[in-house]
């Protein structure tokens, strides 16, 4: 059964010249699952321009839409540029919606940090990951970077 006052927020990631990630493409079908099987109502995919078009949010929006999820249940996000603008720029859509519960959808590592900021903007959020995909460097470079990136962030919302 849906939650009508949940919301998946999907963190962006790149957009290449062939087209989505393969890290986008994980994030925005964990998003699509979460939808598929009820457990969110809403899906808000983020995240602005990098190198090449379209943004991110607009092209898990695409993603979306190809894995079956009815687009006025999406609400995109085009313009931020990190996890911190994910969630921040991503606030207005979810009061428009009169969403509270969100579930953060991105990779593992990267969790744990954007749960802090989701919960440091007020929101009621858990976390989900994608299982498995992503090659073991690319992971590892990932999870390596969260460790300066959530002392950081701590730093950061603190000073707020």
């Known amino acids: 059964m849906t939650d009508e006052t949940t919301a998946a927020l999907i963190l962006g990631a790149a957009v290449w010249q ?6 986008l493409r994980r994030r925005t079908l964990q998003g699509a699952a979460l939808w598929h099987i009820g457990e969110v109502s809403h899906l808000v995919p983020c995240g602005g321009l990098g190198q090449h078009s379209p943004s991110e ?9 190809e894995a ?10 085009t ?7 994910n969630i921040r720029l991503a606030l207005p859509i979810l009061a428009r919606l009169g969403v509270r519960h969100v ?23 858990r976390g989900s990951a994608p299982h498995g995909g992503g090659r073991l460097v690319p992971q590892l470079r990932l999870a390596l970077r969260e460790i300066p990136a959530y002392g950081a962030y701590l730093w950061r919302l603190r000073r707020r």
């Open 79 to 85: 313009t931020s540029r990190d996890t911190l603008e």
């Open 68 to 77: 079956g999820v009815p687009a006025d249940a999406i609400h995109p996000e």
């Open 103 to 125: 579930v953060v959808v991105t990779d593992a590592p990267h969790l744990p940090r954007a749960l802090l900021v989701a919960r440091r903007h007020g929101l009621e959020a």
């Open 18 to 23: 062939s087209g989505p990630s393969p890290t």
């Open 57 to 65: 949010g607009e092209a898990m929006q695409r993603l979306l839409i």
